[in-house]
């Protein structure tokens, strides 16, 4: 059983109900000495006017009499008797839970009820004027950002990089690339930005050359045939060597070289063999997966996972990077508009009152069960105990009422019946 916690703040509500319970407990002693000594008078031949009060404190007494048993039948059985239909929070407390959960789910959980209450708030005006608001964009972001970090702490790397890499490799296996390169190099061809590569690549191998011309020449010289003089074989290397050098320093040196257009050409037929040519284009695809299959790539497109998180988490920390500005700036933007936009805000609450009514009317009887469960699960004498401390010092006063308009009513009964009798 699970009971209430009874504070500090419930024993000081006990004590002004003690205090209740005394006040009209000592109000019910006072009509009934008032009635014997009224009766006592009435007979010792006072007067009429004994009568009266006998009456009212008679009446008085009934009232007070009345008020507590019904008081008292809502938390305990009155003198300890076992009288029906008392004690009726103890013994009726999963009862009054269910009613009180089946009252909130016809009365608060209905689609209309929420979509009422929602369009009377102006959720979308409210909001955006909220995220205008500099500092509310700040405390936005910066919560976002705090999620956003223990969200990827928790997410296990092995687990997303398996992931991720499952689906870059699918997509790219699924999608023909050999027709988009063909036209990206097209495209480059076109525009001639490849004469910077082919700068580059001359450059390069100029320099090469010019730095390891022995090796050149001892290469030339080691293919030789052995019969052959070695003088011979050193002229021939030598004569090698210079005419490369000189090809490649032309090609270097000349925009207009025949060997860069025979490059040009080359490309353009690449790339349209890339677009249009059956082999071409099932060999690229081969090259693809053979390349994606490799180690190396997977571990590649494993570790991109890492990269990323390190990323945004860098970003996210920091409140001055580019995601939080970015984030901020966005979220300020949002607030703007939803603050002037009709049409924004109309959508906005729309989404909203959808968003509610689907939740309390496919969730109702979970959330009716909260209720009706958690009223269940109370201890009967501890919830009767923390009612009673909580409502109890009102209780008293219609104990205190009972016997004021008790006495009143038995003045009247008894004023009439004499105004009457004559």
């Known amino acids: ?87 009726i929070i103890p013994t009726k407390k999963d009862q009054l839970g269910a009613s009180l959960g089946q009252f909130v789910g016809e ?24 995220l205008a608001d500099p500092a509310h964009a700040d405390r936005v972001t910066a919560e976002a950002s705090t999620a956003l970090r223990g969200a990827l702490t928790v997410l296990r790397d092995s687990d997303v990089q398996a992931v991720v890499g499952e689906a870059i490799t699918r997509r790219a296996e699924a999608a023909e690339i050999a027709p988009s390169l063909g036209k990206t190099l097209q495209k480059i061809v076109s525009d001639g930005a490849h004469h910077r590569a082919v700068d580059l690549v ?13 090796s050149v020449m001892d290469a030339v010289q080691g293919g030789a045939p052995g019969w052959t003089p070695r003088f011979v074989d050193k002229r021939i290397g030598e004569r090698v060597y210079k005419e490369l050098l000189r090809f490649v320093t032309e090609m270097r040196d000349m925009p ?46 494993a570790s991109a996972w890492s990269s990323v998180r390190n990323l945004i988490i860098a970003a996210a920390e920091d409140d ?16 703007n508009r939803l603050a002037t936009d009709t ?33 269940a699960g109370w201890d009967a004498t501890q919830t009767s105990k923390k009612i009673e401390a909580n409502i109890g010092r009102d209780l008293q006063f219609i104990r205190i009422n009972g016997t004021v308009v008790g006495a009143l009513a038995g003045l009247l009964i008894y004023t009439v019946s004499h105004a009457a009798g004559g």
């Open 202 to 214: 001359c450059t390069r191998a100029h320099d090469w050359l010019v730095t390891h011309g022995d």
């Open 256 to 301: 207009g070289h025949p060997a860069r257009g025979a490059i040009d050409r080359f490309l353009t037929d690449f790339a349209a063999d890339l677009q249009a040519d059956t082999d071409t284009r099932a060999r690229v695809e081969r090259l693809k997966s053979d390349l994606l299959a490799r180690p190396e790539v997977q571990d590649i497109i």
């Open 107 to 130: 009365n608060f959980l209905s689609a209309d009820v929420v979509r009422g209450r929602l369009a009377a708030l102006g959720i979308g005006r409210r909001l955006g004027g909220w």
């Open 320 to 335: 001055r990077s580019q995601l939080r500005l970015r984030a901020r700036a966005s979220l300020m933007s949002l607030g």
């Open 343 to 375: 049409r924004l805000q109309q959508k906005v609450e729309g989404w909203a009152e959808d968003a509610a009514a689907y939740v309390v009317t496919t969730y109702r009887h979970e959330i009716t069960s909260l209720i009706t469960d958690t009223v």
């Open 1 to 87: 059983m699970v009971s209430f916690s009874y504070t500090a703040a419930d024993e000081e509500k006990s004590r002004g109900v003690r205090r209740m319970k005394s006040l009209a407990t000592a109000l019910l002693l006072t009509v009934a000495v008032i009635y014997a000594l009224a009766t006592w008078a009435e007979n010792a031949g006072w007067g009429p006017w004994t009568g009266y009060v006998a009456a009212a404190a008679e009446a008085g007494m009934v009232g007070a009499l009345a008020d507590w048993f019904a008081v008292t039948a809502l938390f305990r059985r009155p003198l300890g008797l076992p009288i029906p239909h008392t004690a």
